[in-house]
């Protein structure tokens, strides 16, 4: 079941045909490379060798009662947890405090998935990827700056004038009175309808989708990948967000929490535990949901586009996730299956030209259009269950 390394290709890099774009990925790219190596060698290996051992334990726990109550209740139980502790971390008020234990709530709860997919996982083959975890350790450290430099062009933009501008109006509209748990997952479903059109832009126009083509090129899904973007959509998406932003204006306690609460549900849409999700995925957009998106098929993949809640795609009729049927594991980017892996190598290849030719197997016709991709279906590969 287990794949080569090079299949993972956690390392694959911008083809050789491809030669200024490669020049520009092995000169400019060294020092992101040499930081992929070391946090490979730091990082990545040692820990190797404690995950295959839980590895064993994963399959004692195979068919036991604790596993299937496990299943049932790490999701419910997160999110429970993510609430709880998001109030009280803003109890009494805002302080660096609090933005320290936002910043570690998130990294806890990621830590907590990582054995946890080690001892029950969806997919085998999916947990490990060659070096893929340095590439996405870089990747998270890289969109937490992207996102900060966002926030610097909001701002150059005069959006945040905007918003501020608007804020009593929205304050107005905002149902301050409402339980405060009911207003953040209100705030959080209106903040997702402007994700739904923004991911589905993502998809459906051609310009677009090379940016997002970043997120799409991963191989396998587990709890650190799910954040891997293109700083380009990560600041394009910043924009696009201050319209929410100007429309309604919670508290800043209930958009502290509702951060919380997105990045605790974020992290089971790329989580590789097999859980018993039941009609938690017609809710949020997690598990199976997710996995389907991830398809090589453009024509399965090009659905459940929900951030956090799912509910837009089943108004909007994008929902895909048939009650017989269990997510195969063979993702990727069906027409794409050369793209590069690198970090270097992902951020330059929204700018390159011929992708159709230069990201696929060198044995596919050059003239072959890019939506007749090989399906899924035919190479895939059930997960381990
Ligand atoms: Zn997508
Ligand atoms: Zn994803």
């Given at each position: 079941m287990a794949r080569s390394e090079q299949q993972h290709s956690g390392n694959r890099r911008i083809p050789k045909q491809a030669r200024v774009a490669r020049f520009i990925e092995t000169w400019l790219g060294a020092p992101l490379h040499a930081l992929e190596v070391i946090l490979n060698w730091i990082l990545v290996k040692p820990t190797r060798w404690f995950w295959r051992h839980l590895d064993r334990l994963s399959y004692k726990l195979e068919g036991t009662l604790l596993r299937k109550i496990l299943s049932h209740t790490v999701f419910p139980f997160t999110i429970l947890l993510a609430l709880f502790l998001g109030f009280k971390l803003v109890e009494n008020g805002i302080s660096s405090l609090t933005v320290l234990g936002f910043a570690l709530i998130p990294i806890v709860f990621g830590l907590y998935c990582a054995p946890l997919e080690r001892l029950m996982?969806?997919?085998?083959?999916?947990l490990e990827g060659g070096n893929d975890t340095a590439v996405d350790t870089i990747m998270y450290v890289s969109g937490a700056f992207w996102s900060g430099i966002s926030g610097l062009i909001v701002s150059a933009l005069f959006i945040v004038g905007m918003v501020e501008a608007l804020e009593p109006y929205g304050h107005d509209l905002?149902?301050?009175?409402?339980n405060p748990i009911v207003q953040v997952f209100l705030f959080i479903l209106i903040k997702d309808f402007f994700r739904y059109w923004f991911h589905r832009a993502l998809h459906e126009i051609p310009a677009l989708w090379r940016i997002h083509a970043a997120h799409h090129s991963v191989e396998r899904l587990y709890w650190l990948n799910g954040i891997r973007a293109h700083p380009l959509e990560i600041i394009s998406q910043a924009l696009w967000y201050a319209i929410p932003l100007a429309l309604v204006q919670p508290s800043a306690e209930i958009a502290l929490v509702a951060v919380i609460m997105q990045l605790s549900i974020g992290i089971f849409q790329h989580s590789n535990i097999d859980l018993e999700l039941g009609w938690w995925e017609y809710v949020f957009s997690i598990g199976d949901n997710h996995r389907y998106h991830h398809y090589p098929d453009k024509g399965i993949g090009?659905?459940?586009?929900?951030?956090?809640?799912i509910i837009w795609d089943i108004l909007f009729g994008t929902f895909h996730n048939p009650r017989d049927e269990r997510p195969h594991d063979n993702i990727g980017i069906g027409t794409a299956?050369?793209?590069?892996?690198?970090v270097a190598g992902l951020y330059i290849a929204p700018f390159m030209p011929n992708q159709k030719d230069v990201?696929?197997?060198?044995?596919?016709?050059?003239?072959?259009?890019?939506?007749?991709?090989?399906?899924a279906s035919e190479t895939s590969l059930q997960p381990a269950e």
């Open positions: 996982p969806y997919s085998r083959k999916w905002w149902p301050n009175h409402w090009d659905s459940n586009y929900g951030g956090e809640f299956p050369e793209y590069p892996m690198t990201f696929r197997t060198p044995s596919a016709s050059s003239n072959d259009e890019i939506a007749d991709a090989p399906n």
